[in-house]
């Protein structure tokens, strides 16, 4: 297996930052700047925010895996006709992988319909930790959206923010029971606007860097990995790096994580803001609606190419 494991992506340390003050604070430029350079570069960064305590994700945790003890039948009632938001499980090409979604998930009531469909009598103390993380891991989408709005000097440019909602996934990866390397999760570009990934403790998550090495991440227990997705690339006009990445697995462990997905609300259409297209830099995508070009990803043509080639063949230039 190629792994360039010395390497590591940046880590930045988000703690002291709230959305509500952010702008104020001293050295708020300068972490502006290693966001966007960490997101030009690798595609994603380390993310430190102790606002999210390892109580709260020891909790989250415990609520997940009780949603994969759940009986299959029981699990395949988590469906939904768009794409990458319902069960996806028992596939032959990723055999250990096994995903379910809640839509919405910064709604309570998303979050209660979810139980309704899973448990008899729902399942409040679920809801409760779920929503308990979903507002800081909101927030923190939030302010890196800022933050990438502000290293472009567009912060003022209220035309320039998409409006999100906030996709939840938890997924569960298999033991291999082997000491070679299988394949949890098949490289792959996000196809959603960007992701905070959060992983129990068993790692397994790996990214391309651009000169076609595969680096295994080694994160801190108590940190977050954003995730620059194909869309945020195409916003940026192509500054942004929609990073390559894929889980690999081995041991006798199974590995538990979580994506939070900003998702753009329907009639959403992504097109670079004026001030990132000039001679130097002409606009590589053509303007296109997100959730069209959600439903081409996850077509039988989308699928008949490498994740990574899709949104150049959908909306290149």
Excluded at 34 to 50: K, S, W
Excluded at 149 to 159: A, E, P, R, V
Excluded at 256 to 270: C, N
Aim: contains cysteine.
């Amino acid at each position: 297996m190629d792994l360039a494991s010395q390497n590591q992506i940046p880590v930045i340390d988000l703690s002291t930052i709230s959305p509500h003050c952010a702008r104020g604070i001293q050295g708020w430029h300068h972490l502006c700047l290693r966001v966007r350079e960490a997101c030009e570069t690798f595609g994603c960064f380390e993310v430190v925010y102790d606002q999210i305590s390892m109580h709260l994700r020891t909790q989250t945790f415990s609520m997940i895996s009780q949603v994969f003890q759940l009986p299959s039948e029981i699990k395949k009632k988590n469906f939904n006709p768009k794409p990458y938001h319902g069960y996806a499980g028992q596939l032959p090409v990723v055999p250990l992988y096994e995903s379910l979604g809640i839509e919405d998930a910064s709604n309570y009531d998303s979050l209660k319909g979810f139980t309704q469909h899973l448990w008899p009598h729902g399942h409040q103390q679920f809801c409760q930790t779920i929503d308990s993380m979903m507002k800081p891991v909101e927030e923190l989408h939030q302010i890196i959206q800022v933050m990438i709005l502000d290293s472009y000097g567009l912060g003022g440019n209220s035309n320039s923010i998409m409006e999100c909602e906030i996709l939840l996934r938890m997924m569960r990866y298999k033991a291999p029971s082997t000491e070679e390397y299988m394949n949890g999760l098949s490289a792959h570009t996000d196809k959603l606007m960007c992701t905070l990934l959060v992983e129990e403790e068993v790692s397994g998550l790996e990214i391309e860097t651009r000169d076609g090495q595969w680096i295994k991440l080694s994160l801190s227990p108590s940190s977050l990995v954003f995730i620059v997705g194909d869309p945020l690339m195409a916003w940026s006009n192509g500054r942004l790096h929609a990073v390559n990445h894929r889980v690999m697995m081995k041991g006798d462990k199974d590995r538990y994580s979580f994506g939070a997905f900003a998702v753009p609300k329907l009639g959403t259409t992504i097109k670079p803001p004026e001030e990132l297209v000039d001679e130097r830099n002409p606009q590589i995508f053509k303007e296109f609606d997100f959730w069209e070009f959600l439903m081409f990803s996850f077509s039988k043509e989308g699928l008949a190419m490498e994740s990574a080639k899709q949104i150049f063949a959908y909306a290149g230039n």
